[in-house]
């Protein structure tokens, strides 16, 4: 049964688009958007409503408005106080507060997020933003003084980079998508925003407040494929910073279209292939609990997910027993039902991939160790345990991001250090185990291969105030509340020779406050 307060009476048609400070009308082609789950006993997807499918024509008259906004530089919100772009901050994250559960309600209907973890991401984003304005008012107060070296007064402060086009991911449209969008709107920047194909209506309760909070320009909000306007936007040259959390192919392809490489930042959050190692020594109970979340929280669709997990041989048949019963045990249901763990597939295509990855697996020799493992669904596939897994299989090679778990058996610790380091990924591992002696040459080495070593621990992306990033294909830049704030900004400075007739004018501009820029005003 559907609660009442989830069912979907009337479709939601988002019939405008953001731009200049106003929610314009499309009067063009729209997309139907649809929901894997079905309503009716017979299976059929779930029509929730339309968004427009908006043009190369159109996507450039937004593209105008972040940057007739930021106006070389000289635009209101680059040059506003930080006190009045924080003000703005806070007007917007109240008003977003107010559409809690509709935004919440679209989650479970658009990508099957379970309602604790979709109630989980809206005020995780909550509280990012929350965070970020603090951290925002700590960096402005550390900039609030001069510095001085070899008769040269300096004030740094960081400054806007200007026009950032945003891309967030389907599988965290809110939390993942604001901690890119949020930090490059409050540093001063415009941005140009394009939600997820899944996860796309849940930001049309939040339009207005973006219109209401913010001056003409500084957010634009636009609909449609990424070829058709997220393209021709890159092709203009006059996108300074492309922010895409998602699939490296999609950031090398925008990365390519633009005209000025040299002059374009990228922060990007990729794909990852992270590893959970077992080690002979490890607390069974706990590291088969960490890595059952770890492999299928959200059913494994996380760039933070363990992809992989590497099994001592010693303990390898004890481990795979538990495990494979503790992953049958595990309870499918729509994102509503209590005490949900797997929900239906957003993407439609996606239980076919994994059975191909399954059957390309077990072709080479693995086995599907778990009972349930790949039962199939019109919208879901069961996750699948397969044993051994080798090098040469697709489920080794490619990021499934999906409900199928390859193990590895291993004896020689070194040849998965080898494997790691060989990899086209570095965000995270997990490793479990407890032997000081063991432990502490592996930390040292896999510091060096990964950004994040979680000792008898899943890999997970928070605390949001600790660093976000990886190596090599998983990311450019570093996303956390304060390394955000960072990445989207650069340090400039007004410099002065102390001599009494530079000092006298830089009283004077403190003493009149005519600066924004120039200004030692202690934020409280």
């Known amino acids: ?17 953001l731009s200049d400070g106003k929610l314009i009308e499309w009067q063009g082609k729209t997309d139907e958007v649809f929901s ?7 299976y059929q997807r779930t029509l929730l409503g339309t968004v427009p499918h908006m043009d190369k024509t159109t996507a450039l008259e937004v593209l105008t408005s972040a940057c007739n906004a930021f106006d070389k530089g000289k635009g209101l919100w680059p040059t506003m106080k930080v006190s009045e772009r924080i003000a703005c901050m806070e007007n917007f994250v109240g008003k977003m507060k107010l559409q809690r559960e509709i935004v919440v309600k679209y989650l479970m209907w658009e990508i099957g997020k379970s309602m604790p973890d979709s109630y989980k991401e809206f005020d995780r ?6 965070d970020t304005i603090e951290d925002y008012k700590d960096l402005d107060r550390n900039s609030a003084k001069f510095s001085k070296k ?21 599988n965290y449209p809110l939390n993942e998508t604001f901690a890119l969008l949020i930090p490059a709107i409050i540093m001063g920047n415009t941005v140009i925003f394009k939600p997820a194909k899944h996860g796309v209506l849940l930001i049309s309760p939040l339009l207005k407040a973006f219109q209401e909070s913010f001056p003409a320009g500084v957010v634009n909000v636009i609909y449609g494929r990424g070829r058709e306007v997220a393209a021709p936007i890159m092709q203009s040259g006059r996108i300074d910073v492309l922010a895409l959390i998602g699939n490296s192919k999609s950031a090398i392809a925008l990365q390519d279209q633009h005209p000025f490489k040299n002059r374009l930042r990228l922060v990007l959050g990729l794909e990852a292939k992270n590893p959970g190692i077992v080690l002979p020594d490890a607390d069974l109970d706990l590291a088969i609990s960490e890595c059952i979340s770890g492999t299928l929280s959200f059913n494994g669709q996380r760039c933070t997910a363990l992809k992989i997990l590497y099994v001592h041989e010693s303990v390898q048949d004890a481990f795979l027993k538990r495990f494979a019963e503790k992953v049958d045990a595990l309870k499918f249901g729509n994102p509503w039902e209590e005490n949900v763990q797997l929900t239906p597939l957003p993407e439609p295509e996606k239980p076919a991939y994994i059975q191909d990855l399954i059957d390309d697996a077990k072709q080479q020799g693995a086995k599907i160790i778990n009972k349930k493992g790949g039962e199939v669904s019109e919208n879901f596939i069961f996750p699948a345990v397969l044993f051994p897994v080798t090098k040469d299989m697709k489920v080794y090679q490619e990021e499934q991001f999906g409900p199928v778990i390859p193990v590895k058996p291993f004896s020689d610790i070194e040849e998965i250090l080898e494997e790691i380091a060989d990899s086209n990924y570095g965000q995270q591992v997990s490793l479990f185990g407890k032997d000081i002696a063991e432990l502490a ?5 896999l510091v060096n291969l990964v950004c994040r070593v979680n000792l008898n621990s899943s890999c997970q992306r928070g605390p949001d105030v600790f660093p976000f990033t990886g190596r090599k294909d998983s990311a450019v830049g570093t996303l956390s509340v304060h390394d955000a ?3 989207f900004s650069i340090r400039t400075f007004v410099a002065s020779k102390d001599n009494p007739y530079n000092n006298e004018i830089l009283e004077n501009l403190l003493h009149s406050k005519s600066s924004n820029f120039m200004s030692t005003d202690y934020l409280l």
């Open 1 to 17: 049964m559907i609660p009442d307060q989830l069912k979907i009476n009337e479709l939601l048609h988002q019939k405008s688009y």
């Open 36 to 42: 894997t789950i079905s309503t009716s006993e017979n």
């Open 125 to 130: 984003t909550v509280e990012y933003i929350e």
């Open 150 to 170: 070899d008769g040269v007064y300096a004030h740094i402060r960081r400054g806007p980079l200007g026009i950032v086009l945003c891309l967030g991911p389907y």
């Open 441 to 445: 040459p592996l930390i040292d080495t």
């Open 485 to 487: 704030l960072r990445s």
